[in-house]
Structures are given as C-alpha cells and as structure tokens.
C-alpha cells in the first residue's frame, strides 16, 4: 500500500500543545531538561487515586474570530482540538490563506467531556432531590445547545467550520489507536486520490473526576499522570517533499486486535512484523522506537514482551522512548505527539532516549531512518507505524 | 489489485423488528415503528413520540445467547445482537476461518443512566468524591464505566478476530462512516472481510435533554404516530429511535470460494464536512454533493445510473431541503433528478442516529437486490420546495442498478455510500 513511490505519504507542519507549551522544539527541548512535574488537580481528595496531572494553561481561541453559536459549543477538548488544528494550519500559508477545498481531517479523539450538563445542572439541585424531580432539572439547567457539546465529533465541524475544510474525512475513538487510525486512514485518502492534503490530528480528554472514575475501571495501573494536549501534522502526497533534503514519509503500517493477554503479545508482535514488511525492512533497521504510554499492566506488558519478540532483544538495549514523564498519558493524543517527535528528530537527525535523572538523552540519528511508533488501545487495539527520514 | 466487495450477512435491531427480514417486510408495507413514549417514571417530557426497541421481545428473542446475558450499555447489547444475526446470516459458525477479519462501527453518545448522577448527591450538593466512594453502586451497564469502542472489541473478542478494530465518532454518519472504512480495507486488501455497521440509543433522559434543547426531535402531537414525516410540508423534527445495524462484508475472492450468498455488491464510498455551521447543514448541500459525488467517482459510476437514494432524510425543516437541493445538484445533467426514486426509511425507522446508516444501507442493499423500494410513509403533503419523487405512502416494484445512501451529522459531517447489484 505505501511502498510505491508514487503512494509516498510525506508529514508536514507539526502543530503541538501540551503541558511543555507550544510547539515541539518546546517538548523537545522540555524532555532534555527533564521530567516536568505534574500539577494538582483542582478539588482532588485523598480519595482519587490521581490527584496531579499534566495540564495544560488556557489559551485564547479569540484570535480565531469563532462563530458565536460555535464558541457556545466547544468544550474543553473541542477547544484544545482546534487550537491544535491552527497550530498546524497556521504553518501552511503565512498570509492566511489556506485553501481548505482539498484539505481532508482524520481526528483521533477521546470520549467526550463528561460532566456537561448532568453535573452543571445537578450543581443546582435543591438539597433533597428525587429521581422523579431530575427530568425538570436538567430541562432547566442544561445549556440550550448541550446537544452539540455532548458528541466528541463536534470538534471536527468546528475545524471544519473555523478552515474552511471540505475535504473528506473521518473520526476515531476514544484511546490511543485513535490517533494513529487517523494518521493511517488520512495518509490512504491521500494514496487513493481523495485529497491533496489531509490534516490529521489527535487531542486528549479533558482531565476530570469523571476520567478518573472511568480509568480506575478500567485499571488504570499506577505511576504515570493523565496528560492533556492536542497534536497535528499535515500529510501530502507529492513531488516538492521527494525534492526537500529532509523528507519524513510513512514506510509502513499495520492494525490488530487481541483482547487476552497472549493474544494482545501476539497482535502487536504481529502489527510490528507486518509494519516492517510493509516497509521492506528487517527489524534492525529500525533506530528509534517511540513505545506508546501504556497505562494498563496487561498493555504494559504485551507491548514489552511484543518488542522483545519483534526485536530478539531485551527492552533495556532497544532505542526506545516514551514521552510520558514530560507530558503525561493524552490518550489518542499520545502516539500522535510520539509521531511528531520521530518527525523532529529525523529532521535534526537526533533521537532521544532515557537518559539519567529521567531527562531526555539526544543521540545521533544519520543517514536513512527508520522510526516504529507504537498504539496500544484499551481494549486491545494495536497499531504499528513506522516513519522514514533521511538526513544528510 | 483491488478486490470487489459484497455483503454477505445482514443483523438489524430496532423498533420495527429483531431481524432484517421483519425489518424488512415492515418497510415495505409501510409499517412505522413510531409511537407514544415517555421515560419511566417522568411526566410530561416535551418529547413524546419515539421508535423504541421493545425491551420484552428482545429478551425473549435473544435469551439463548449466554454474552448478551451479561451487564452491558443498551446500543452494545443491541450491536452484539445485530452482529449475530449477520454472522448467522452469512451461514458462518466460524467467522475467523475467513482469514483477516476486523470491525469497524459507528457510535454515538454513551448511554448515562441519572441514577448515577443520584450518587454524587450529598446535603452540600453534588460531590465527585461521593460518586468516586459509591462507584461500585454504578450501574453497571451504564456509559459512566463503558467507552465507545466498547461494541467493536466485544464483537471481536467473541467471533475471535484479528484484525482492525475501529470505532468511528463522526455523529449521525457513523455508522455510514463505518461501513465506507470497511469497505475500503477490504477492496485494497488489508482483510478479506469486516463486520460494520453501528449501534445506538439516544432514549436517556441526559441525551434527550440536550437534543430536545437543540430542537432537534418534533414536539408535536399534531400526528400522533405519524409524526416522522421526511419532505413533507408539516415535518417539524426527527424522531429519536434506538437499535442497531451490522453487514459482513466480505471480498469478492472469500465470498466466491466459500459458495456465499452474496446479497449486493457495496461499490463505492465518499464522504465530507460542510465548513457551515455547527448547529445547521449548508442550506445548499454543499457537504452533501460533496460526499455523493465523490461516492459516485470512488465507484466509477456516473449519475444517470443511479435510480434510487436511500435519503438521509430525517423529517427536520433544515436537512430534507438541503438534502433536496444536493440530490438535485448531483443529478443535474438531463435532470436526471426527475428520474429518481427518493426514499427516506426515518419515517418509519425514526432516527437511529449514529447507527441510522446500517439499516438504512441494508435497506438499500435489499432494494437493488429484490427490486423493491420502500416507502416515505406519512408524505401527505408534499412542501413545494421538496420536490422529488419521494415514493410516498406505498412501496414500489421496480428495478435498481445502482443506488446511493446518505448518512449526514451534526456538524456538517456526511457520508454516501454506492450499492451496486451483484449479477452472478
């Protein structure tokens, strides 16, 4: 699918926001510093076993001169997705004038923000309240256009609407295959003649009690933070990026699924291998793994042992990173922001790998690379990505 | 080289049945599955028409199955159903000796039971570390614990399947979306077949709130269960409904080797964003021409061979115009717009939302196969600017070659799918 030349899928104008700030010079340069400490949680208890997490400041969607009605339904994360969304734009054309007629959108993104409007409504709940009496309640107290608010896929008609995007598109959800779905689904709309650039892009949840309750469902496992952020990269197909010095291009890809524990090894071993076939590489091509930033045990481990089988190697010897400790787990937003970083390095010919105290150690990345980005769902959704750069 | 791609199974859940051939039969004969509704134990809800799954007959029909038996959010049971109804269909006892199979599905709002919002309540009003203490009391087939992508990894997990499993959040064209991706992974060979389709329940008191409050479903009770009236002049709003949609599709090589039926070919996929506003489709259906055109283009199939649109058609003032304006865009040369049949399922379905494009390409699907175009029930009279042959009140015998479905969200988001008949 992607090792014709003429499928060559080139990535383009990276566009990050995360607990590091703007840009992914910023993350980059943050990761070299050393880890970032998480911040409190507003109103956290001893109760939660997540009390700090890795936030992001509020930033001003003004300058985007939004539709009144439409800034009436960004939520939290529909507001991150398209400060991501200009971030990346914003790089195409300085005067502004980006030609959306052709563009595509392929987001990942997480279930929706929870707490509208049950929790704003029950917020003014008498102090005795009946179940009967809740209809009348959230009749009266839910913000007249919730409706909007409450479909995680609003984020993409306000990027739509704010660009002027009319290309096709489509959206995944809520874990971290989601993003890397975008990307592999983006990057086939491109191959297939459907678009002439596809901006594809992946946003976290908003990090709420309500998150919190739903992870520790679903055993959430322990030290990492939850993360927010919001990460794009434009996709073209075309002969200027062949041209460029320092081409990125997508080499290969594959998707499993495996629920159990041995099946979820062998689907992500399995996604690796054919990865690499795709890209008509043996496994020691490979020179930088961006692992994804697993949260369950039962994912921490497939995906270990899946690297140990792919590569015959111990994990501690391979080229491996995960960029969690700078800016926590931002669910589809993670590989997405892990593919923008292989996209940084291959440009500068630099990787980075842990180094002591938890900073982030550069080495030197020359030549023909290869990059293997990882996405482990939740659910046991695997995704394989593998990127090639030169740098000369 | 490309694979053709051919449906092969077909499950449906929703209020007009508990399998594609009542469904199907109901369809014909003008049946509708919408009726007088309320929430238990709620008086006076401005909304009070809908198309409900009939919780009774679906316990009796599906008690067999041991997996529905378990604590599960209502458009999953629903999806799961639909599921084994398609595999069953396709003559399948083993899914997965098709080789790579995955599953891509359409879902759309999780499902919030306010029972569980009861939890957070204290004297100082509601508290997260309250519900955070009870939440083993949560109930347990409610969305608070379960995520979108739940029905595809169930469904996979229990046919044991390998390959992609996705779940699309593009609103009311989910499941349209859905179906278009795995029909696309198929045709360049990534699998040799895929379970698609959608899930949805909208009928809880959180979601209908937000959707009433947008004005989206009728509040009329000028019609009684005749409420659900595409391209009529006294539509006032959808008709929320609830249920399900799943299609094996499977290639053209696996579905010839083992001796498949094969029910219609699915030939081509398109799909766009209005770029209009949130709360409003593009008063001229640029979105909409978009995606059908470019559905058409991905099956190398012009407009004047289409016949028959299965329409998005979802009784709102807004859409039915739009949606009018676009078919008579696309089918401009020779106005060949005059030639076609327009049929909107909603009338009688209501809207399943993001599931609405699986049934209603199933439907289309049947139509090319059998010849039969079902009717828009309840098009007494018609609006002036709505002016296409909407096939109103009876259905219709008539050869289809080539027909289109149309799913649009929220939001501008659209989806068209090309259904070819297979000719053996």
Redesign the interface.
């Known amino acids: 699918?992607l090792n014709q030349p003429s499928h060559s899928v080139y990535l383009d104008f990276p566009g990050i926001y995360s607990s590091a700030g703007v840009g992914i010079d910023r993350l980059w340069q943050a990761i070299c510093a050393g880890p970032l400490s998480p911040k409190p949680l507003h109103?956290a208890?001893e109760?939660?076993p997540q009390r700090e997490a890795y936030l992001v400041d509020r930033f001003d969607l003004s300058a985007l001169r939004l539709?009144r009605?439409?800034l009436r339904?960004v939520t939290g994360q529909s507001s991150l997705a398209l400060y991501g969304a200009h971030l990346s734009l914003a790089q195409t054309d300085p005067s502004s004038r980006f030609d959306?007629s052709r563009c595509g959108?392929y987001l990942g993104?997480p279930?929706?923000d929870?707490e509208i409007?049950?929790?704003s409504a029950?917020?003014k709940?008498p102090?005795r309240?009946c179940?009967?009496d809740?209809?009348d309640l959230?009749?009266r107290e839910?913000?007249?256009?919730?409706?909007?608010?409450?479909?995680?896929?609003?984020a993409?008609?306000?990027i739509?609407?704010t660009?002027?995007?009319?290309?096709?598109?489509?959206?995944?959800?809520?874990?971290s295959d989601?993003g890397l779905?975008a990307v592999i689904?983006g990057a086939?709309s491109l191959i297939?003649g459907?678009n002439e650039n596809v901006l594809v892009g992946a946003v976290s949840p908003t990090v709420s009690?309500?998150r919190?309750?739903?992870y520790?469902?679903?055993l959430w496992q322990g030290p990492q933070r939850m993360g927010e952020g919001a990460a794009y990269v434009m996709l073209r197909k075309g002969q200027d990026e062949e041209k460029s010095a320092r081409p990125v291009r997508i080499a290969g890809f594959w998707?499993?699924?495996?629920?159990t524990e041995t099946?979820r090894v062998e689907?992500l071993s399995?996604a690796i291998e054919q990865a690499l076939a795709m890209a008509k590489i043996p496994p020691s091509a490979i020179d930088w793994i961006l692992a994804d930033s697993t949260w369950t045990q039962i994912n921490h481990k497939a995906q270990m042992r899946a690297m140990e089988i792919c590569f015959e190697n111990n994990q501690s010897c391979l080229p491996l990173y995960s960029a969690e400790s700078v800016t926590g787990v931002m669910g589809p937003a993670q590989p997405m922001t892990h593919l923008l970083l292989a996209l940084q390095g291959m440009r500068t010919g630099r990787k980075l790998l842990y180094g002591p105290h938890g900073a982030g150690l550069e080495e030197e990345m020359t030549g023909t690379q290869y990059v293997l980005v990882t996405a482990c769902?939740?659910?046991?959704?695997f995704i394989a990505v593998i990127l090639q750069g030169r740098y000369q | 080289m490309s694979q053709r791609v051919f449906v092969t199974g077909m499950g449906v859940i929703c209020g007009l049945g508990l399998d594609w051939k009542t469904v199907w039969s109901g369809l014909l004969s003008g049946r509708s599955a919408v009726k007088k509704w309320q929430?238990p134990?709620?008086?006076n809800?401005?909304v009070q028409y809908a198309a409900p799954v009939d919780d009774c007959s679906f316990a009796n029909r599906f008690s067999g199955l041991p997996f529905l038996q378990k604590p599960m959010e209502r458009r999953i049971r629903f999806g799961m159903a639909a599921a084994a109804e398609a595999i069953a269909d396709a003559g399948l006892d083993d899914i997965s000796s098709l080789g790579r199979v995955?599953?891509a599905v359409g879902s759309?709002?999780?499902d919030?039971d306010?029972?569980d919002?009861?939890l957070?309540?204290t004297?100082q009003?509601?508290s997260?570390?309250a519900?955070?203490?009870k939440?083993d009391q949560l109930n347990p087939g409610s969305g608070?614990?379960w995520?979108?992508?739940?029905l595809?990894?169930s469904i996979?997990?229990q046919y044991q399947?390998?390959?992609?499993?996705?779940?699309?959040?593009?609103?009311c064209a989910?499941a349209a979306?859905a179906i278009g991706?795995g029909f696309?992974m198929i045709r360049?060979g990534?699998v040799n077949a895929m379970v698609v389709g959608g899930a949805d329940s909208v009928l809880n008191?959180?979601?209908m709130?937000?959707?009433?409050?947008?004005g989206?479903p009728s509040t009329s009770d000028q019609f009684g269960d005749r409420l659900c009236r595409p391209f009529d002049r006294d539509r006032s709003g959808f008709v929320a409904a609830e249920g399900a949609g799943i299609l094996l599709l499977e290639s053209e090589k696996s579905a010839h080797a083992r001796n498949a039926t094969i029910y219609a070919e699915v030939a081509g996929f398109?799909?766009?964003?209005?770029?209009?506003?949130?709360?409003a489709p593009h008063p001229n259906g640029?979105?909409a021409v978009?995606a059908m055109q470019?559905a058409l283009k991905d099956a190398g199939v012009l407009p004047d061979a289409v016949s028959c649109i299965n329409a998005h058609g979802t009784s709102t003032p807004l859409n039915d115009l739009s949606e009018t304006l676009a078919i008579k865009t696309v089918f401009a040369e020779n106005r060949h717009y005059q030639h076609l049949r327009v049929t909107a399922n909603k009338s009688m379905l209501g809207h399943l939302i993001a599931a609405a494009g699986a049934p209603e390409c199933i439907a289309t699907v049947l139509s090319v196969r059998e010849g039969m175009i079902p009717p828009t029930i309840n098009l007494e009279n018609n609006d002036p600017a709505c002016d296409l042959d909407y096939v109103p009140n009876l259905a219709r015998r008539e050869s289809v070659a080539v027909a289109l479905s149309n799913s649009f969200?929220?939001?501008?988001?659209n989806a068209s799918l090309v259904v070819r008949r297979y000719e053996s």
């Open positions: 699918m109103g208890s109760a939660w539709d009605k439409m339904t959306g959108l993104l279930t929706i929870e409007p049950s929790w029950l917020e709940a102090t309240l179940p009967t809740l209809s959230f009749l839910t913000p007249p256009l919730s409706g909007l608010t409450l479909l995680n896929s609003s993409c008609a306000h739509s609407s660009f002027g995007l009319t290309g096709t598109m489509a959206a995944f959800s809520p874990f989601a779905q689904e086939l297939e459907e009690p309500v919190i309750l739903q520790d469902h679903l998707r499993t699924f495996g629920m099946a689907a399995s769902g939740a659910h046991g959704q | 929430f134990g709620v008086q809800f401005p995955g599953v759309g709002v999780p919030r306010p029972d919002f009861m957070a309540l004297e009003g509601p997260w570390d519900l955070f203490s939440r608070l614990t995520t979108n992508d739940a595809g990894a996979a997990e399947l390998r390959g992609p499993v996705i779940n699309l959040s593009t609103a989910g979306h991706l696309r360049r990534e008191l959180p979601t709130v937000g959707l009433h409050l947008l989206a398109g799909s766009s964003m209005d770029a209009y506003k949130i709360t640029n979105g978009l470019r969200g929220f939001g501008g988001l």
